[in-house]
Each structure stands twice: as structure tokens, then as C-alpha cells.
């Protein structure tokens, strides 16, 4: 008797918050045409700081997507991660009555790298001006790092296997694995992703420690990675939430599959070691082909983590010639992020929807603000690309020291 096939997780559903869009088709017609939205901060109380340009959210209004009672509970970077939950469940098709009859069957989990910034220094602004009978009882959960997950798990009744990954950049792609492997696990549905909201005058001084930081004020000058002009990264908002289901499910119900989560792997290199994170980053890409049984050269684009420091820049281009051999010079590379910024753990998950979306438009989307590339990578900039796309493959490295690569494959389209 044969052994069952192993389940494979499958992207049915995306929802998106970003800057350059406050749905999935805004973001992806922003993202396709290169249009960059980086501009200086406007966020009250960060005049001041030498952090000068980010990507804002601006065109969210959260009352519209958070009901009253959850909107008083929770910051902002949990209000973008409700938002595009409800995007993502309704994109793949399940509306509550589907969740509702099953609601075990269906999990959580989430990466946040900077928590409640907001909410957290406005409670203690109360503190201190005015006392502790003006501090509000959310202060206790509103801030921490698993808030979206809870509260995208009580809003909804989904009481299926929840988490959180507490991580920086890389964390995204960790719990978008975590995901897949419950699903892989006998989950059947999995809602996972990253938001953040790290702008917030607390969480911006937190972040000045940051080496890797660009404070030029400049847009299109702040976050130019690959080029000799490369000064460190500029921060965003926002992120995106996306809907994790077992394949033969989906195809049942008559779902859409948009991709299939093939394989996985992470390393840790240490923190702002740049140099060691080429070997780290290669060795956890291989991982991840060896997972998802693919050979190097069936790689289509790489959606690169491009840092913008010269030294991880470097880095990163090598280790993608170590693993992809000669051909690597010919694999189109590329790096939406520098339109919008890069959002921490909800970086790479923005990156996984902007390649789930390349591979189904046949479409690489450019590198704004990039034009001098100093590495040896077919860096697609300036304007869209046109390719047939199977297989993506997403890396993402942490300023912690975290290397993660992720590959997906492109989906087998719905039942019909």
C-alpha cells in the first residue's frame, strides 16, 4: 500500500496594505509601473529626527475596515494586519459561514518587528502627563507582538493552530513557512503574513540605532540598493496578509490557486555581519530548492532582499552566484521594495504577493530608483519585464542576522 501524497500548501487568497496601495490590485498596478511613493515623513512628532524619508500609509482610513470596538484595542500595524485578512479571506473565496462551520480547522500566524509603537508611547505620554487612572487596560496587549495574531483569531473564531514569529525583516518569510507546515500538518486553512507600523516618533528613535539606516533626505536618493550610491535602507508601513490552504482543498471548492509554497529554509549569521551572511543566505537558499525538489536552474526571478549596503549588497549578489552558477548573471533579479520602503517582517511578505502576482501577469516589476547597477545581476529596472514565470524564489535577510529564502511556484489555477 502507497503511502498518502503529502499535502501542499497553497496561496488561494492575497490582501495587501501598503503604501503604494490599500488593496491588492492598487498595489500591484502601483508595483508593475515602478512608481515609487517614498517621501519625507509627515507623521506628527518626527520633524526632528534625522530619519527623513519612509513609506507611508496614507490612503488607509481604519475605521472603515476595524469595527469600533477592535479599532480602541489595537495600534495601527494591527489594524493594517485586519484589513488584509478580510482582503485575503475574501480574495480566496471564504467568507464566514465556510470558517465558522470548521473554525478549529483554521489557524493564525503573523511576524511583527516592531509591535505597537504607537499606541504603546501614547499610554505612557497618559502616564506621565496626566497619571496612571489614564492609562487605558489595552496598553497591556496592544503593543505586543503577537496582538494581530489574537486579534485577527477572536474577530474572526478561528481556533485553529496560532503564533507569532518576533523577528525583524526575515521573520515574514518565517511565518508564511510556519504556515505551510501546518497546513502540510493537517491544517486546511491558514491565514499568515506581517504588517508593521514602525513610524511613530518611539519606534522611529528605537530604530536610529540602526547602522544600516539611511538618513539622506532625498527620496530618490534615501534607498538605492545595488549601486555605487547605495547609503542604507529607508523603513515603510503597511504589509500584507495572505491566505494558506491545503491544494486538494482548495481545488474542491472551486478555489483559485495562486501559487504553491514549495520550500523553505533559514540560517542566522549574526547581526550586521554582512560579509558571513553570503554563506548563510546561499546555504539557506539551497535549503529551500532542496525542500521544494528544484534544481537551480528552473529559478525564473529572484525577488532579492536588497539591503542597500554595499557590503550587503555585495553579499547578496554573490551568494545568489553561488547557488545559481553561471547562468545567475541571466536570472532577472529584482527589488519592488525600493518603491515603498522596506516595511521590516512585512518586506518579504509584500515581496511574496508582488511574485505570486508576477507569475500570474507574466510581469517582473522594476527596481524604481535604481539605474547604475555595480554587481553582476540582470537587475530588472526602469520599466516592467515580460517573462514566463514558473518559479519564484524570495530572499530575506534580518539587520539580526537572520537568512531566509522561500520558492514558489506558480499555481495550477482553479477547479474549472
Known amino acids: ?39 519625507r515623513i509627515t507623521r506628527e512628532g518626527c520633524g526632528h529626527l534625522p530619519l527623513r524619508v519612509a513609506g507611508e500609509v496614507r490612503d488607509f482610513d481604519p475605521p472603515s475596515a476595524v469595527e469600533e470596538r477592535y479599532l480602541v484595542q489595537t495600534d495601527r500595524f494591527t489594524h ?38 504607537e499606541f504603546g508611547q501614547r499610554e505612557l505620554q497618559q502616564l506621565w502627563d496626566k497619571g496612571s487612572r489614564f492609562v487605558g487596560p489595552y496598553q497591556s496587549i496592544a503593543w505586543f507582538y503577537a496582538a494581530s495574531t489574537g486579534q485577527i483569531s477572536i474577530r474572526r473564531g478561528f481556533k485553529g493552530p496560532c503564533g ?10 518565517d511565518a508564511l513557512a510556519h504556515a505551510a507546515r501546518a497546513v502540510r500538518r493537517g491544517t486546511d486553512v491558514m491565514v499568515a503574513g506581517a504588517t508593521e507600523a514602525p513610524l511613530a516618533p518611539y519606534s522611529m528613535v528605537c530604530q536610529l540605532g540602526y547602522e544600516e539606516l539611511s538618513t539622506v533626505g532625498e527620496p530618490d536618493r534615501a534607498y538605492r540598493p545595488f549601486t555605487d550610491a547605495a547609503c542604507g535602507f529607508v523603513p515603510a ?39 558571513q551572511s553570503r554563506e548563510g543566505l546561499a546555504h539557506a537558499i539551497r535549503g529551500a530548492l532542496h525542500e521544494a525538489g528544484c534544481a537551480p536552474e528552473e529559478i525564473d526571478v529572484v525577488f532579492a532582499d536588497a539591503l542597500g549596503v554595499p557590503e550587503a549588497d555585495r553579499a547578496e549578489a554573490l551568494a545568489i552566484a553561488d547557488v545559481l552558477g553561471p547562468r545567475a548573471g541571466r536570472v532577472p533579479v529584482t527589488a519592488p521594495k525600493t518603491a515603498v520602503g522596506r516595511g521590516y517582517s512585512a518586506a518579504p511578505v509584500l515581496d511574496t504577493a508582488a511574485a505570486v502576482l508576477a507569475m500570474e501577469h507574466g510581469l517582473i516589476p522594476p527596481t524604481p530608483n535604481v539605474f547604475d547597477v555595480c554587481h553582476d545581476l540582470d537587475l530588472v529596472t526602469s520599466r516592467a519585464r515580460a517573462a514566463e514565470l514558473r518559479t519564484a524564489l524570495v530572499l530575506s535577510r534580518g539587520l539580526m542576522g537572520s537568512n531566509s529564502a522561500l520558492v514558489l511556484r506558480r499555481g495550477a489555477g482553479d477547479a474549472s
Open 237 to 275: 508601513e503597511g504589509g500584507a496578509m495572505v491566505v494558506v490552504e491545503a491544494e486538494g482543498r482548495a481545488l474542491e471548492r472551486g478555489a483559485k490557486v495562486r501559487a504553491t509554497l514549495a520550500g523553505y529554509a533559514a540560517t542566522f549569521t549574526g547581526a550586521s555581519r554582512w560579509e
Open 164 to 173: 507569532v514569529v518576533a523577528a525583524d525583516e526575515a521573520g515574514g518569510l
Open 80 to 117: 493594517f494586519a485586519m484589513a488584509s485578512a478580510d482582503q485575503a479571506l475574501d480574495d480566496a473565496g471564504l467568507d464566514r459561514s465556510d470558517t465558522d462551520a470548521a473554525p478549529f480547522s483554521v489557524g493564525v500566524v503573523t511576524a511583527a518587528g516592531s509591535g505597537g509603537g
Open 1 to 39: 500500500m502507497s503511502a498518502p501524497r503529502p499535502r501542499r500548501a497553497a496561496i488561494t487568497g492575497i490582501g495587501v496594505v501598503a503604501p503604494n496601495g490599500t488593496s491588492t490590485e492598487t498595489f500591484w498596478k502601483s508595483t508593475r509601473e515602478g512608481i515609487s511613493v517614498l517621501d
